[in-house]
């Protein structure tokens, strides 16, 4: 007898049966279930799921989750059927009140420990920098002086350049190339300087956390105060830290000037992991190592050069060149105008004549004789009744000048108390190489500053904002996660995979994931499952660098830790 019509039913599930895999793996339903227990038929982990889900996959606004997941196989992702109407606004906002309770840090620690346990995470170095979440309306939800309000809605110094409206501060916290293990939402209107000073009290003690007891801070140049190097000074609560010393310490001024000068550079070579191409050629960096003295304690401070100066240093190289032209031009203008009696007068003038920055001035003295009134006479040779002695002048660009100012401006200035030499030390190259791995937690960012589902929502509470900051997080930690799976995988067996334009690539993105797992249409018949059209070699290749099973996709209860290499035996006879 054949299915009745109603018995058979699609969803496309797309990519996420691979996201859902890795929520499981981490223990992230099982870590919020346990914390907040409900008695509701739709577990509090199984609402996080849903949100992480939505996240990775489009963002919608929280009020539209329930529709997110209407034609979704919810067994399939969630392990037991779920009425998607159940997960509406009253059930996640009990369920981020609950959390919240509970306590986000604690959740987002015990889920980091998790991760660092299974996928070896490298731990040595964390990073830290911090970004404004940007939002709309008045936001006045402190009235309620009952409630326990973590940070405030404020203006503040906006990175998105928008004054006008309010904001908070996202901190974070990443090991390994971008794995998020610590955040926190801290008010609109706190300064780098504060946060990196409550982050440093911690930091140690959250990193043994994690197993690592000797890390390395890395921040940008907003660690760099008096209070801040006192509390890496610390023995206790103090770490090894590695930062951008800022051009505004006159001590950064003179180290990178002094290296210049002396052209004693070390060939760095380059540490940017991508391969060049014809329209992007990897920054070549050359180091000089020297010391500098900041509130009575000797650092060691790394000047680096790059032959890739970036827009903000081309762009202020640019005015200073024009400014520095555009003041002597006046000068120039305002000395051709003097006359001067005795041609030694005017020697003396050419020769103490002002000079710039990046230009001198350069030029001639001619003579301007002054003849007495009236017409000469035919014939007669004109006998002026003095001569004065004026100066005709030119701009010259100071080549020396310029090239020492531009190389100047290609250097930065790394400030670090890890020693050169010894037991602890850290070579140069693995000094910059750690400080640009910084540039992971900046991409970051991007994922975590998403108009649409922060601003359109029922959030009412700080707290709520807070929750919703964790589960952000948290999906931050899957996507990248899932990345990292695969360019390790591919790393250990030099192999390749097909990704953008069908290039081969070592190099694989979660983005990728998301668009090689188009319309993955399961088809439910009572409790059998299979894909509609099946799972391509490339998809199959996909999975397996990513350690998820192809059964993922048509079984509820499959085993998440089992060998994905043995698993296809099986799919090819059933999946």
């Known amino acids: ?103 986000t840090g604690l959740i987002l620690t015990t889920v980091a420990i998790n991760a660092v346990k299974q996928y070896d995470l490298d731990t040595r170095s964390v990073h830290h920098d911090t970004t404004s979440v940007t939002v709309y309306g008045d936001y006045d939800l402190y009235q309620d002086s009952d409630q326990r309000h ?34 926190r939402l801290v008010n609109g209107n706190e300064s780098d300087k504060v946060i990196n000073k409550n982050l440093l009290s911690e930091v140690a003690e959250k990193m043994r956390e994690l197993g690592e007891g000797d890390p390395i801070y890395v921040a940008d140049s907003a660690l760099v105060t008096e209070d801040n190097l006192d509390l890496l000074a610390d023995e206790e609560k103090g770490c090894r830290f590695i930062t951008r010393l800022p051009r505004t310490y006159k001590g950064c001024r003179k180290v990178v000037a002094w290296a210049v000068e002396q052209a004693q550079w070390k060939d760095l070579g380059v540490i940017s992991p991508q391969r060049p191409t014809a329209k992007r050629k990897p920054a070549h960096y050359q180091g000089f190592e020297a010391e500098v003295e900041l509130y009575g304690r000797r650092y060691r401070a790394l000047v680096v050069h790059s032959d890739a100066l970036d827009k903000k240093s081309v762009k202020k190289l640019e005015r200073e060149i024009e400014q520095d032209k555009e003041d002597l031009t006046k000068l120039k203008e305002e000395h051709e105008k003097i006359s001067y009696a005795c041609l030694p007068d005017a020697q003396r003038a050419l020769s103490r004549l002002p000079q710039g920055k990046l230009h001198y001035i350069t030029g001639d003295i001619y003579e301007v004789p002054h003849y007495p009134r009236g017409r ?142 188009l319309s993955m249409v399961v088809i439910r018949t009572g409790e059998k499952r299979f894909l ?25 209860h499959v085993q998440y830790g089992a060998d994905p290499s043995q698993e296809s035996k099986s799919w090819e006879t059933t999946g």
């Open 532 to 556: 509609a059209n099946g799972m391509s070699q490339r998809q199959r290749e996909y999975l397996n660098i990513l350690g998820v099973s192809p059964r993922e996709f048509i079984d509820p």
């Open 376 to 517: 000469p006479k035919t014939e007669e040779v004109r006998t002026p009744t003095r001569i004065d002695y004026r100066l005709t002048l030119r701009l010259e660009p100071d080549g020396g000048a310029l090239s020492r100012w531009r190389h100047e401006s290609g250097c930065f200035v790394l400030l670090t108390n890890i020693a050169q030499e010894g037991p602890r030390d850290m070579t140069s190259y693995d000094l910059l190489a750690t400080y640009k791995a910084q540039d992971m937690v900046e991409r970051n960012f991007g994922f975590l500053k998403d108009d649409a589902i922060v601003n359109s929502l029922f959030l009412k509470t700080p707290a709520r904002i807070e929750v919703l900051g964790l589960v952000l997080v948290l999906s931050l930690m899957v996507w990248r996660l899932m990345e990292r799976t695969m360019r390790r995988s591919l790393q250990g067996s030099g192999a390749t995979v097909e990704g953008w334009d069908k290039k081969a690539t070592s190099r694989p993105t979660s983005l990728m994931i998301a668009t090689m797992f």
């Open 150 to 183: 973590p940070f405030v809605v404020t203006r503040g110094y906006n990175k998105d350049h928008r004054p006008d409206l309010k904001q908070i501060v996202h901190s974070l916290l990443c090991v390994d190339r971008g794995i998020p293990v610590a955040a």
């Open 1 to 103: 007898m054949s299915e009745r019509p109603e018995q058979i039913r699609a969803s496309d599930v797309s990519f996420l049966p691979i996201v859902a895999s890795y929520v499981k793996r981490l223990g992230i339903v099982d870590e919020v279930n346990r914390l907040c227990p409900t008695k509701s038929g739709v577990q509090s982990g199984q609402v996080v799921l849903a949100l992480i889900l939505d996240t990775i996959s489009g963002r919608s606004p929280l009020y539209k989750l329930e529709q997110s997941f209407l034609h979704q196989d919810m067994e399939l992702l969630f392990g037991n059927e779920i009425p998607p109407g159940k997960l509406n606004d009253d059930l996640v906002g009990r369920t981020m009140d609950a959390i919240f309770e509970a306590g």
